[in-house]
Structures are given as C-alpha cells and as structure tokens.
C-alpha cells in the first residue's frame, strides 16, 4: 500500500510474492478504505500488512488517535519507525506475523483505547484465518473494514442460498453485520494480483444479537459445508454420531428438514443447531 509513487516517506520497495503483498498508490481509494468503516477520528486503529504506508498515512491524516500497524517484512517495519509519528506515540510498529499477535495485550500494554477498529489491506495469504480469529474477539475488537479477494470477501458477506454461502458468511453474520464497500480491479494495486479484490466492512452486532457459542457454531457450519452437495442428514452424520445423536431425529427434533442441503439454512436455524449441543 501507498499513497502516490511521489508521496514523501513512504518506502519504494518491491513486493514479496510469499508475503502476498499487492501496494495501492491511489490516494482516494485509500482514503475510501481509512474510512470505510466510519470515521477514525480519536480511535485507536489496528492495520496489518501496512507495506510502504499508504493506508497508514490516510488513517493518520484522517485524525486517528493510534495506528498500530503490524508488517513481518523488516523493510517496510524499520522505515515506518522512521515516521515523526512513531517518535511522537501515535504510530506504534510491530514486527511480526500478525497471526501470532495477542491483540488484546498489545491493546493493553500500549494504553490504547478500545474496542480498537481493524482497518487493512490484509495480505492474500492470512487474510482468512486472521478475520476468523477477529470474529471470536472480545469486546476489544470493534469495526473492521478489510481488503480481500472480492471471491473471498463475496463468501464473508454471502446470504442462504448465493453460491458463495458458507460457513465463513455463518461466522461472520453470527457477530457482525457485514456488507461489501467497494471492489477494485486488479490494476489498482502493484504488482496487479490475478484477480479483483473488495473491501468488506464489518459492524459488531448489538450485544443482545452477538451468538455467544462460536466454536460450536463454527464445528457446525464447518461440517455442514463440508460436504455441501449433501443432504444435511448425510453431512452432519459424523457430527451428531460425536455427540451421541442421530442426525435425521436431531435435525427434526430441531424443526429442520434433513433432506435440506447447508446453503438453504438461515442463521438462525445454524444458532439453532449449535445451540443445542452446547453442554
């Protein structure tokens, strides 16, 4: 990410294909991403794969109280400690693999104010096992606003029956409210990745609407979409043989029709589901 090949500070550096890396340069569009999610004015604001700083300079132009950017390339790491906002406090660095973070700890540890937003351009190659861990935060994690593939931000944000259905939508449904921002093409970034990508938001749901029970529900969804061409009975047989049931008479018992296939279910029939094998 950048913010124009002539912006000052930001690092020319060349991308690492095994990190996933793709830049944007286009000042708009990340100013469009600072702020899709909402403003970021006074908040605290996590970004991981930060690069050469694009998007880490339109969320700190748009007023955002703390960036903590986390990059595992040292290159892009060592220059933005460079930055007058990492001297000042504003900008904090970490050089890591964001998905070995303990993002509450760090919250903790540098006086952040919580719940903190999520806003990135994610790497293509964690993007998926980093929202799914974001998805079972606790109340320290607030709006996410995050650049996928479009195929992969299109199965977060997906609704029953719509091919990208599945049990990424179910997760992310169960404790958001999410919705796609905007798509780009491929040429937006350097270098173009293969494919186009989008931007999906993220809103925490209200408390009172928040499914507690995420691994249960997770465990579900996992095998009902795991063989998604059968039949629920079929699918779900393994699943409910571990917990002493039998599939036809648990789903009926749950007013669910076994010869459904997992993409007909409603949110509701899959908290439904979990629900009912939390001991």
Aim: charged share 25%; proline share 8%; aromatic share 6%.
């Amino acid at each position: 990410m950048s913010g124009s090949d002539d912006t000052p500070g930001l690092t020319q550096a060349t991308a690492r294909k095994a990190l996933g890396q793709h830049f944007l340069f286009d000042p708009d569009i990340l100013k469009r991403t600072a702020l899709a999610a909402g403003p970021v004015a006074g908040r605290t604001v996590i970004e991981v794969g930060p690069g050469p700083g694009g998007l880490t300079r339109a969320l700190l132009d748009q007023g955002a109280g703390k960036v903590i950017a986390v990059e595992a390339d040292e290159r892009f790491a060592d220059a933005l400690r460079s930055w007058p906002e990492a001297q000042d406090g504003r900008l904090h660095v970490i050089l890591k693999d964001a998905r070995k973070v303990r993002w509450e700890s760090v919250l903790e540890e540098l006086g952040a104010s919580q719940p903190a937003m999520i806003v990135a351009n994610l790497p293509y190659n964690v993007g998926t096992p980093l929202l799914v861990n974001w998805l079972k935060a606790g109340p320290w994690r607030g709006e996410m606003a995050l650049m996928f593939q479009k195929e992969v931000a299109e199965r977060i944000c997906a609704k029953p029956n719509s091919d990208h259905y599945g049990r990424l939508a179910v997760l992310a449904h169960a404790v958001c409210d999410p919705h796609i921002a905007f798509t780009l093409p491929p040429g937006a970034f350097r270098p173009p990745p293969k494919v186009d990508s989008a931007v999906a938001v993220l809103h925490p749901l209200p408390a009172e609407r928040v499914f507690p029970h995420l691994a249960k529900l997770e465990e579900v969804a996992g095998a009902a979409f795991g063989q998604r061409r059968k039949m629920l009975r079929a699918a779900l047989k393994p699943l409910a043989k571990r917990h002493g049931l039998k599939a036809a008479d648990w789903l009926q018992d749950l007013g669910i029709d076994p010869t459904a296939r997992a993409e007909t279910l409603t949110q509701d029939e899959f908290r439904h589901m979990a629900s009912s094998l939390v001991k």
